[in-house]
């Protein structure tokens, strides 16, 4: 199976990471704007809220080599977003600090803070898949998963309904980042992840 990069990735693409031993993550594609490659979901009082890495514009790059745009104040901004949309959870408070400090190492290139933010969800919700990068570029592949969560096209699997702080407004909302899942569930969330037997 082969995914691409994800910045906080939703709860399915978690699902796909807690079924295989080995993943392929794509690092020689080129850079797709206006993908869940630099921007994640999460819930808040108003509803679905969109969070976005600002990435440095040029010439066509691959996506390893993408570099964060530190020039704006996005970081301070997102932690803010999650504090207040996430303050009241069960189990935010245990897992806070230790995101916000992965986060303020500012590291320079995309692909390496998606994939400190991977490590650190995988560690949590306690999956370890072997995560390998691609070598080259290859058009197809076995149960290939590059295009397929996107923003723009429905989930390929459904994800059974957890609680979630704003669910007497606004009911179950699905394809939230799997930060969503882990501050409202903790240690329980590796269950909604796994298929039902």
């Given at each position: 199976?082969?995914?691409?990069?994800?910045?906080?990735?939703?709860?399915?693409?978690?699902?796909?990471?807690?079924?295989?031993p080995?993943?392929?993550?794509?690092?020689?594609?080129?850079?797709?704007?206006?993908?869940?490659?630099?921007?994640?979901?999460?819930?808040?009082?108003?509803g679905?809220?969109?969070?976005?890495?600002?990435?440095?514009?040029?010439?066509?790059?691959?996506?390893?080599?993408?570099?964060?745009?530190?020039?704006?104040?996005?970081?301070?901004?997102?932690?803010?977003?999650?504090?207040?949309?996430?303050?009241?959870?069960?189990?935010?408070?245990?897992?806070?600090?230790?995101?916000?400090?992965?986060?303020?190492?500012?590291?320079?290139?995309l692909?390496?803070?998606?994939?400190?933010?991977?490590?650190?969800?995988c560690?949590?919700?306690?999956?370890?898949?072997?995560?390998?990068?691609?070598?080259?570029?290859?058009?197809?592949y076995?149960?290939?998963?590059?295009?397929?969560?996107?923003?723009?096209?429905?989930?390929?699997?459904?994800?059974?309904?957890?609680?979630?702080?704003?669910?007497?407004?606004?009911?179950?909302?699905?394809?939230?980042?799997?930060?969503?899942?882990?501050?409202?569930?903790?240690?329980?969330?590796?269950?909604?992840?796994?298929?039902?037997?």
């Amino acid at each position: 199976m082969i995914l691409s990069t994800a910045y906080f990735p939703q709860v399915e693409y978690f699902s796909f990471l807690a079924e295989r031993p080995r993943v392929l993550l794509e690092a020689c594609e080129s850079y797709r704007k206006q993908t869940w490659r630099n921007r994640c979901s999460i819930l808040t009082a108003n509803g679905p809220m969109d969070l976005r890495v600002p990435v440095v514009h040029g010439s066509p790059k691959l996506i390893s080599r993408i570099e964060v745009d530190w020039s704006t104040p996005w970081l301070r901004q997102t932690q803010y977003a999650i504090d207040t949309a996430y303050y009241s959870s069960p189990f935010f408070e245990y897992y806070r600090d230790e995101l916000f400090a992965l986060m303020d190492r500012r590291r320079q290139l995309l692909w390496d803070l998606n994939l400190d933010i991977i490590g650190f969800f995988c560690a949590k919700i306690g999956i370890a898949p072997q995560i390998v990068p691609t070598t080259e570029w290859q058009a197809e592949y076995p149960e290939d998963l590059r295009n397929v969560i996107d923003p723009k096209r429905p989930p390929v699997r459904g994800c059974r309904p957890y609680w979630q702080v704003f669910k007497e407004k606004f009911g179950f909302t699905p394809g939230l980042s799997v930060a969503d899942l882990l501050f409202n569930e903790g240690p329980e969330s590796l269950g909604y992840l796994l298929p039902r037997g």
